[in-house]
């Protein structure tokens, strides 16, 4: 089992840039699948980004690719997400996820977080 604490969010103007952490509990962290979602107010939630065990495999949601990345310190149990040029549309509750294997579905992963609010102003 593992629990999943995220941190980092805030509020930015349209353009700038954040640093999400979701720190783990879980010595066997290396293990998982990490996975970034994220839910605005109205709507569900939606796929982020996505990163195998080892980090050799990562996976965006068109809306995010070349503004956002996903990366891992196994060695900390913690996974981040940069994310650059931000819009407000970006604006929403941001979700770290967990599982040993998972994609883009939010059903495929049984470990959340509380999730890091994240406003975009424009």
């Known amino acids: 089992q593992v629990q999943l604490v995220e941190s980092g969010g805030g509020l930015v103007q349209a353009g700038g840039s954040l640093r999400l952490s979701c720190a783990a509990s879980?010595?066997?962290?290396?293990?998982?699948?990490m996975a970034w979602f994220r839910q605005a107010p109205g709507k569900e939630r939606e796929f982020v980004a996505t990163m195998a065990w080892n980090g050799g495999v990562t996976f965006y949601a068109d809306s995010v690719k070349g503004r956002f990345t996903i990366s891992r310190d196994n060695a900390k149990n913690t996974l981040y997400l940069q994310m650059n040029s931000l819009k407000p549309e970006d604006t929403a509750i941001y979700y770290c996820?967990?599982?040993?294997?998972?994609?883009?579905?939010?059903?495929?992963?049984?470990?959340w977080g509380q999730g890091t609010q994240v406003t975009v102003s424009s």
């Open positions: 879980s010595r066997t962290f290396s293990r998982y699948t």
């Open positions: 996820a967990a599982n040993h294997w998972g994609g883009s579905s939010s059903s495929e992963y049984g470990y």
